[in-house]
């Protein structure tokens, strides 16, 4: 079973292009963890959230590899004034046949 998570974010206008290469820069970090199976960036067709999924192996090689990704590239993930409203984050269990 793999775990997953979608997460959507919400800079403001003027910000999106700019979100969308940070969390370009988290997925670099990512794909380098040996327990990542794939990480996308997504932007709403209304460009109004940019939307990143991601899957793991397990809930545990997530947390290590978002632990890598605070060491490497803190800043790509801090919540700031550049967006408009909390993040939200949903973790997923696969229920694969």
Avoid: I, N
């Amino acid at each position: 079973m793999s775990f997953g998570f979608v997460a959507y974010h919400y800079p403001k206008a003027e910000y999106v292009e700019e979100f969308v290469g940070r969390c370009h820069r988290v997925r670099e970090v990512l794909t380098r963890q040996p327990v990542f199976l794939r990480a996308e960036v997504w932007v709403t067709a209304e460009g109004d959230a940019v939307v990143t999924t991601g899957e793991f192996e397990s809930p545990q090689a997530f947390q290590g590899a978002f632990a890598a990704v605070a060491d490497e590239c803190a800043e790509a993930v801090v919540f700031d004034e550049r967006e408009v409203k909390p993040r939200q984050v949903h973790t997923l269990l696969s229920r694969q046949q």
